[in-house]
């Protein structure tokens, strides 16, 4: 599934070092302010559903947003 918009989330924000937590309210956040509310809701749900690992998590948000 290839979503990208054009929304970056810095990498500081989100500490990668295993806040996976952390990870996820950036980039949900910064897409529902980006005006990309349902791909927010289903960045939310696919991970909900699909990610067994931070690895996965990590893997899916980067379907979404762009870490910089």
Do not use: H, Q, W
Not at 26 to 43: D, H, P, V
Request: aromatic share 6%; net charge negative; proline share 1%.
């Amino acid at each position: 599934m290839t979503v990208k918009t054009d929304v970056e989330v810095l990498a500081s924000k989100c500490n990668l070092s295993g806040n996976v937590f952390a990870l996820i309210s950036t980039a949900f956040m910064a897409l529902k302010r980006a005006g990309y509310e349902s791909l927010a809701n289903e960045m939310g749900e696919r991970v909900r559903k699909d990610a067994e690992s931070p690895d996965d998590v990590l893997k899916i948000v980067k379907e979404y947003v762009t870490i910089v």
